[in-house]
C-alpha cells in the first residue's frame, strides 16, 4: 500500500475564496487522482493528474474551478477555486501504486465547509 | 439508473453476526470489483479487489463476484465492533476511472 497525507484535513472558507489542498505519497507513483465525496453520495472522479502534463478533467468539472498541479512524482494539488456552499464536500486524493488499473489508495482527505 | 446500486443502510448487527453488503450494476464492462472500508473522518481503506467473478477470500472477508448477475457481496465472518464503518464497493472496466457505490454503513453491536 501507500502512505498518503493531505493538508489541510479541514477547512472552514468564506464564499468567493479560494483553497488548495496538497497530496504527498511517500514513494513515486505514476498516477494521482482527486475525488470529491459528498454527503450520501458515491465518490466523484474530479480528474486524474499525471506528472508533467496538464490534468484530465472528469465531465462536470473544470479547469477554472478546481486547476491542479502535478509537479513531480510525490505530490500534487487541488485547488478549490471561488467557493459557494455547493463545494462544502470532503476531498480525497487517490494514487495507482501498482501501476496497474485494479489497486487505488486513497488519503485521509480534505473536509471543506464553505460559509 | 445509477451504473452501481448499493444500499445505503444502517445495517446493526450483534457482534459474532455474518454481514452481507452487497452492489449491483448495470455495465457489462466492468471486470474489477474492490470494497472499500471507510471509518468516520478517514479515507476509504482497500480492503479486497477481485477480476472477474469468483470468490475471494482473505481472512474474515470473502467477496464474491457474480457478473451473470451484475452483482457482488462482502461477507464478514465473526463481525467484531471495530468493523463498524461505511463499506464501498468500487468497480473499473479496467481503466483509472473507479464507479463507486454510495457506501452502506455498518453498526456492530457489542
Known amino acids: 500500500s501507500a502512505v498518503i497525507s493531505q493538508k489541510p484535513s479541514r477547512d472552514i472558507c468564506q464564499r468567493g475564496t479560494s483553497l488548495t489542498i496538497q497530496c504527498q505519497v511517500d514513494?513515486?507513483?505514476?498516477?494521482m487522482f482527486w475525488y470529491r465525496q459528498q454527503p450520501g453520495q458515491s465518490l466523484t472522479l474530479i480528474a486524474t493528474?499525471?506528472?508533467?502534463?496538464?490534468?484530465?478533467?472528469e465531465s462536470g468539472f473544470v479547469i477554472d474551478k478546481f486547476p491542479i498541479s502535478r509537479p513531480n512524482l510525490t505530490f500534487s494539488t487541488l485547488t478549490v477555486s471561488n467557493m459557494s456552499p455547493e463545494d462544502s464536500s470532503i476531498y480525497l486524493c487517490?494514487?495507482?501504486?501498482?501501476?496497474?488499473?485494479?489497486?487505488?489508495?486513497f488519503g485521509p482527505g480534505t473536509r471543506l465547509t464553505v460559509l | 439508473q445509477k451504473e452501481v446500486e448499493q444500499d445505503p443502510g444502517p445495517l446493526s448487527v450483534p457482534e459474532g453476526a455474518i454481514v452481507s453488503l452487497n452492489c449491483t450494476y448495470s455495465n457489462s464492462a466492468f471486470q474489477y470489483f474492490m470494497w472499500y472500508r471507510q471509518y468516520s473522518r478517514k479515507g476509504p481503506e482497500l480492503l479486497m479487489y477481485t477480476y472477474s467473478s469468483g470468490n475471494k477470500e482473505d481472512g474474515r472477508f470473502t467477496a464474491q463476484v457474480d457478473k451473470s448477475s451484475k452483482y457482488i457481496s462482502l461477507f464478514i465472518r465473526d463481525s467484531q465492533p471495530s468493523d463498524s464503518a461505511t463499506y464501498l464497493c468500487?468497480?473499473?472496466?479496467?481503466?483509472?476511472?473507479?464507479?463507486f457505490g454510495t457506501g452502506t454503513r455498518l453498526k456492530v453491536l457489542a
Open positions: 487517490s494514487v495507482d501504486r501498482s501501476g496497474s488499473t485494479d489497486t487505488q489508495y
Open positions: 514513494s513515486q507513483v505514476t498516477m
Open positions: 468500487a468497480m473499473s472496466s479496467g481503466t483509472y476511472k473507479y464507479i
Open positions: 493528474a499525471n506528472q508533467g502534463s496538464e490534468a484530465t478533467y
